[in-house]
C-alpha cells in the first residue's frame, strides 16, 4: 500500500498584527519540508505525521510525503504563500501517484487572503487529484473553525482530546489506523458528520481536564461505544478568525450516516446548553500582580505564574505587549518573564555584550495599540543562540529556535528576550536564557494554556492576567 502524508498548519488571527508570508513557516522547527524529507525528518517524532509514520510502518506502507510546514500563529496567511505550499502538495501528488490512501495533519483554522476555508479549499484540491475512490483522512486541532465544505472531501477527521495539546501523536495513530482498518476492509468506507451550534466561545475556558470541554469530550466518549461510530472530536473553535463559520464545531467520523448526523446533532445541542459555562472573568494587571506578589511572601516553596493570556503568540499575539511587564518593573518584582520578541533589544543586547549595562527599550514594538515600550536600566546577563531541544509534553523531543535571544536582568527580574515569537510552552524557553523557572518566586509566561502541560508541575498557584 501506498499512503501520501503531509502537513500546512497555520491557527489564523486576523486581528494580528503580524503577517504571515513564506518566510513565518520557513523559520519554524522543521521549516518547509518536501518529499522525501517529510518522511525522513518526521520519523521518530511525537507528532501528527510521526504517528503516521509509526502506522505506516507497522502495517507495511510505502508513505510518501508531500509538504510539512507550520508557523506560529499570527495574521491572514499570504495568498502567494498558500498557493505555493498548496502547489507542492498537489504536484507531489500529482508525480507520485496514485495513492491507496492520503493522510494529512491540518489545523482547522487556517485563513488565507485567497481562501477563507483553507482546509476545505485544500481538501478539495486533493481530492480533484486523487479521485473520489481514495480516501483521504485529516488529523486536526481541537480550535479548527469546521465548514461543511470541508466534511464533504474527506473520510475521516481526528481532532486532537486534549488542551493543552498533548496527544498530537496519539490522534495521529489513531487516524492511521482508522485508515488501516479501512484497506484491510476491516469497516466499510466512513464518511464525516457536522453539527454547528452558533457559538464562539473564548478560548480560556477550552481545557480539556475540566469544564466544558471536558462534559463535551465525554459526551462524545460515551457515541463512541458504539461500533459504527469510530470518532467524535470536539472544537471550541478560534474566535480570533475573523470568518462567518468560526467557532464550535463537532464532527463525528462514522460508517452509518444516520448514527454520525444523530450524534453530532446531540452533542452539539448538548454545547449548545452548556454555552454559559465557556463564559470566564479573569484579573486585570494590578489586582492580577498584587495577588501573585502577596503569595510570593507566603513562600509557598513554588513558583507563582502569572499568565499573559492577551498576548498569547500560540494564537497570534504579537508575543510584546508590555504593560503586565510593565507593572512587575514598577513593582521591582523578583522573578523571570518568557518570551519578549523584540529583535531590537536583542541586536542592542549583542552590541553591548554579556555583563554591560544600558537603557533598553523592551516590548511595544509590533504595534503601538496595546502600549509604549517598558523602558529600563538592566545588565546583559546571558547571549543565547536560543536553541534547544524541548522536554516538556507540548514539545517533546522536538528542536525549537527562538533565535538569536538575550536575557536583560533588571534588578531581580530576569526578562528573556527572542528574536522568533514563541509561545513559552515549554521550560526550555527560560533555561536557554539560563534560567531555573523551579528556582524562580515568580513568573511571566506569555501564553494562553499550552504552557499548563509542563508548568503546573512545578508552581504553586497559576493566575491568569487581562492584560
Known amino acids: 500500500m501506498r ?7 497555520h491557527e489564523t488571527n486576523t486581528f494580528s498584527p503580524i503577517p504571515t508570508t513564506l518566510e513565518s513557516f520557513a523559520e519554524e522547527r522543521i521549516g518547509v519540508l518536501e518529499g522525501a524529507q517529510v518522511v525522513e525528518t518526521m520519523t521518530g517524532r511525537k507528532t501528527g505525521i510521526g504517528g503516521f509514520i509509526d502506522v505506516g510502518q507497522n502495517e507495511g506502507w510505502e508513505m510518501v510525503g ?18 505555493h505550499m498548496k502547489q507542492i502538495m498537489l504536484d507531489k501528488l500529482n508525480a507520485e501517484g496514485p495513492f491507496d490512501g492520503v493522510l494529512l495533519h491540518l489545523h482547522g483554522a487556517m485563513l488565507a487572503q485567497n481562501a477563507p476555508d483553507a482546509e476545505g479549499d485544500l481538501c478539495h484540491a486533493v481530492r480533484a487529484v486523487i479521485g473520489p ?7 486536526l486541532d481541537l480550535h479548527g473553525n469546521i465548514t461543511p465544505n470541508f466534511c464533504k472531501a474527506v473520510d475521516g477527521v481526528f481532532a486532537y482530546n486534549t488542551n493543552p495539546h498533548i496527544d498530537a501523536w496519539e490522534r495521529g495513530v489513531e487516524a492511521a489506523e482508522c485508515m488501516a482498518s479501512l484497506l484491510k476492509g476491516e469497516i466499510t468506507r466512513p464518511n464525516v458528520s457536522i453539527s454547528k451550534p452558533p457559538m464562539l466561545p473564548p478560548t480560556i475556558n477550552m481545557r480539556t481536564a475540566e469544564g466544558p470541554m471536558k462534559r463535551l469530550l465525554e459526551r462524545g466518549w460515551e457515541w463512541e461505544k458504539k461500533p459504527e461510530i469510530l470518532d467524535v472530536s470536539i472544537f471550541g473553535g478560534f474566535p480570533y478568525a475573523d470568518f462567518d463559520l468560526a467557532g464550535t464545531s463537532i464532527l463525528v467520523t462514522s460508517t452509518d450516516a444516520q448514527a454520525g448526523a444523530e450524534c453530532a446533532a446531540d452533542v452539539g445541542g448538548f ?8 463564559l470566564k472573568s479573569i484579573a ?3 489586582d492580577a500582580v498584587s495577588q501573585a506578589l502577596d503569595v510570593v511572601a507566603s513562600n509557598p516553596g513554588k513558583p507563582v505564574a502569572l499568565a499573559d493570556v492577551a498576548d498569547n503568540p500560540g494564537g497570534g499575539g504579537s508575543g510584546d505587549t508590555p504593560e503586565l511587564l510593565r507593572e512587575l518593573v514598577k513593582r521591582g518584582a523578583a522573578g523571570a518573564a518568557a518570551c519578549i520578541w523584540d529583535p531590537e533589544t536583542v541586536q542592542q543586547a549583542q552590541k553591548i555584550g554579556e555583563g554591560n549595562s544600558a537603557t533598553f527599550q523592551i516590548g511595544g514594538k509590533a504595534t503601538d495599540s496595546y502600549g509604549k515600550p ?5 545588565t546583559v546577563a546571558v547571549l543565547s543562540d536560543g ?8 514539545v517533546r523531543g522536538q528542536p525549537v ?3 538569536p535571544t538575550a536575557r536583560i536582568d533588571v534588578g531581580d527580574l530576569k526578562i528573556v528576550v527572542t528574536s522568533i515569537r514563541h509561545a513559552a510552552n515549554d521550560q526550555g524557553y527560560f533555561r536557554v536564557a539560563g534560567v531555573d523557572p523551579e528556582r524562580e518566586p515568580l513568573l511571566m509566561i506569555k501564553s494562553r494554556g499550552h504552557f499548563r502541560a509542563d508548568f503546573e508541575p512545578i508552581c504553586h498557584q497559576i493566575i491568569e492576567v487581562d492584560a
Open 133 to 139: 475512490d481514495v480516501p483521504l483522512i485529516v488529523e
Open 284 to 286: 486585570p494587571i494590578e
Open 66 to 83: 508531500t509538504i510539512a510546514a507550520g508557523a506560529t500563529p499570527s495574521g491572514d496567511v499570504d495568498a502567494g504563500a498558500y498557493d
Open 387 to 394: 536553541q534547544f531541544t524541548g522536554k516538556g509534553p507540548v
Open 374 to 378: 517598558v523602558e529600563v536600566t538592566g
Open 271 to 278: 454545547a449548545w446548553e452548556i454555552r454559559d459555562d465557556f
Open 3 to 9: 499512503i501520501a502524508v503531509g502537513m500546512i498548519s
Open 401 to 403: 529556535s527562538c533565535g
